[in-house]
């Protein structure tokens, strides 16, 4: 593997704050889920098509993570955060801004190669390769950022909220 799950966060934060794609970070698997401060995304589609839609109409993010908790073993890890986040809505000009909590769950990414001791596919890349398999007679010709990525860890959940009146 190539990075910790914590590398991993961090790196998210910044391509959150850089404008960078953000839907590599998160598994392709219908059951994977995001948890936004107004919405709830069920599955890599709608994830997709929300974050695309956010990089398009927000811009001038500040990300600042003031207690980033992980607990990594083995293919799996937990996260939990406060984060102080603020954007520029592009559509309105209006400058965003909350207290917030984050929290979820990463996954090892199979396609990374990482194997059991013996060599044998773990479990969890038994699970990537028939989703892999699924997916690829779903495939469109185009490729785009959902389809591919050589991350090591990914999010399979993620859960933003705040105690801020939205």
Known sequence: MTASAEATIRDYYDALRDGDPLVPYFRRSDSTVKFAISEALFGHDDIGAALREQTETTA??????????VTERDSCATFADEV???WTDTETG???QFETRWSGTLIVNSATGDTEADGAPTGTEREAASERETDAEAE??????TETTD???EFVSMHVSTADEV
Do not use: D, N, P, Q
């Open 60 to 69: 001038e993010w500040t990300i600042e993570s003031s207690h980033l908790v």
């Open 84 to 86: 102080a986040m603020a």
């Open 151 to 153: 991350r090591g860890w």
């Open 94 to 96: 209006k400058r965003r």
């Open 140 to 145: 469109t010709e185009t490729e785009t950022e």
